[in-house]
C-alpha cells in the first residue's frame, strides 16, 4: 500500500513506518518536527515539514493519493492540554478534521486514527471495556474524544460516494526504545528514565497510587499493522494495553532498580488536574478482532528500553525484520 502517516517523525509513527517499510509499503510522511526530526527518519521515506492545523499546507500531500492514512499527529501532553487548551483544541480536533476533509476530497478509502486511553476519564469499570462511556476529566482527553467521534460519523455519513473504512486504536501509555528522556511533557517513564540518567530526582505527582497500563511500542505498532491490513478492523474501535496495572510507585521503583542505580531520591509533589486514577485496559476486543495481543512483557520491555535508549534513531538507518509484534 502507498500509506501516509501523520506525526511519522515522532516516537510512535517513528518505529511504524520502519515496520511498514520492512513489510513492503511505500510511505510518506507529514510532521511539524514539534517533537520529531526529519533526521531520524529512514532515508526511503518522502518527507514534508507541515503541520496538520494548516490545510494549505497538507492539502499538496494527501493529493498524491494514498491507500491509508495512519493519523497520529497531535498534541500529547495533558498538562500542556490545561495551559494551552485552544492550542490543543486546534491541533488534536481542528486538525483532525483537515485530515478528514483531505481523505475525502482525495477519496483516501481507509484511515487509523490514534486515539487515546484518556478519553474513559475515570472509570468505575477496571479493565476497562470499548463500550465502557466516555467521560474525559481532561482537556488532552475531551479533544482525544471529540476527533474521535468526528472520525467515526464521517465514516458514517450516507452522502459518501466511496467507501472509507476507519479505525480507532485507543492507546494506553505506551514506552519504548526512542520514547524522549529529555521531555517532560511526553512518557512518565521517559520523564523518569531522563531524571535517572541525569542523577536528578523523581518527582512522583499525588500519592502515586494511580495506576497506568503500559504497553511496548512493538506490540502497538503490531496492532496498527492489524488495524490497517485485517478487515473487521473497519468502523473499529480497540483498546491496545497490556493488561496489566502499574502504580506509579511500583513504576518508580521498577525504574530505579532497572537502571541500577541504588538508592534514589524521590520528590513528592501535588497532585495535577486531569489525571485518571485507575486505568487498565480490557483488550478482549483487539484479541477477538485483530487478532492481537501484547507479546513483551513490561519487564523486558523495561530492560531493552535502557538498552537503546531515548535516541534510539537519531542518525541511524535500522532495517528491522518484518515479522513478530515485539521486535
Request: hydrophobic share 35%; glycine share 10%; net charge negative.
Amino acid at each position: 500500500m502507498r500509506i501516509l502517516v501523520t506525526g511519522g517523525a515522532g516516537f510512535i509513527g517513528s518505529h511504524l513506518i520502519r515496520r511498514l517499510l520492512a513489510d513492503g509499503h511505500s510511505v510518506s510522511v507529514v510532521d511539524n518536527e514539534s517533537n520529531g526530526k526529519r533526521e531520524s527518519l529512514p532515508s526511503e521515506v518522502a518527507f514534508t515539514r507541515a503541520d496538520v492545523i494548516r490545510i494549505d499546507e497538507i492539502d499538496p500531500v494527501f493529493a498524491q493519493g494514498f491507500d491509508a492514512v495512519c493519523h497520529i499527529a497531535g498534541q500529547v501532553s495533558i498538562i500542556r492540554s490545561f495551559d494551552d487548551p485552544a492550542a490543543d483544541l486546534r491541533t488534536n480536533t481542528e486538525g483532525t478534521l483537515n485530515v478528514l476533509q483531505l481523505c475525502l476530497k482525495y477519496k483516501i478509502p481507509k484511515l487509523v486514527y490514534a486515539s487515546s486511553m484518556t478519553i474513559y476519564g475515570d472509570c468505575d469499570t477496571v479493565p476497562t471495556p470499548e463500550a465502557h462511556p466516555c467521560k474525559p476529566d481532561s482537556y488532552y482527553g475531551i479533544t482525544k474524544h471529540a476527533a474521535e467521534r468526528y472520525v467515526h460519523s464521517t465514516a458514517e455519513r450516507p452522502d459518501l460516494d466511496f467507501p472509507f473504512n476507519v479505525t480507532s486504536l485507543r492507546m494506553f501509555s505506551v514506552f519504548g526504545p526512542g520514547q524522549a528522556w529529555d521531555n517532560p511533557y511526553q512518557g512518565v517513564l521517559g520523564i523518569f528514565l531522563g531524571k535517572l540518567q541525569r542523577g536528578e530526582p523523581i518527582t512522583i505527582f499525588g500519592d502515586g497510587e494511580q495506576t497506568r497500563d503500559f504497553v511496548y511500542i512493538g506490540d502497538i505498532v503490531e496492532g496498527w499493522v492489524r488495524a490497517l491490513t485485517v478487515p473487521e478492523a473497519a468502523g473499529g474501535v480497540f483498546n491496545l494495553g497490556s493488561g496489566r496495572s502499574t502504580s506509579i510507585n511500583q513504576l518508580a521503583e521498577y525504574a530505579i532498580e532497572a537502571y541500577g542505580s541504588g538508592e534514589h531520591p524521590i520528590h513528592r509533589a501535588p497532585g495535577r488536574p486531569g489525571e485518571q486514577r485507575r486505568v487498565q485496559a480490557d483488550i478482549d476486543r483487539a484479541r477477538a478482532v485483530l487478532g492481537w495481543e501484547p507479546k513483551t512483557s513490561f519487564e523486558d520491555g523495561l530492560r531493552e528500553t535502557i538498552r537503546l535508549g531515548g535516541d534510539v534513531f537519531a542518525n541511524k538507518q535500522p532495517k528491522p525484520q518484518a515479522s513478530g509484534g515485539s521486535n
